[in-house]
């Protein structure tokens, strides 16, 4: 087995207010929802 973490994850979205839901409750409602999968950033960078 390999621990590789994914670069990518999924988040539900409402596409009439643009909440963030959970992805169960977003297959759900099909019509009024979006899943999308967001890229995971590389990590936090500082400022000078």
């Known amino acids: ?7 990518t994850s999924k988040v539900g979205r409402d596409a009439g ?3 963030f ?4 409750e977003s297959e759900r409602r099909k ?3 979006i ?3 967001i890229k995971k950033s ?7």
């Open 21 to 24: 839901i959970k992805v169960i």
């Open 31 to 33: 019509k009024t929802t």
């Open 17 to 19: 207010t643009g909440k």
């Open 42 to 48: 590389a990590g936090k960078r500082k400022k000078n």
């Open 1 to 7: 087995m390999s621990n590789k973490k994914s670069k």
């Open 35 to 37: 899943v999308e999968t």
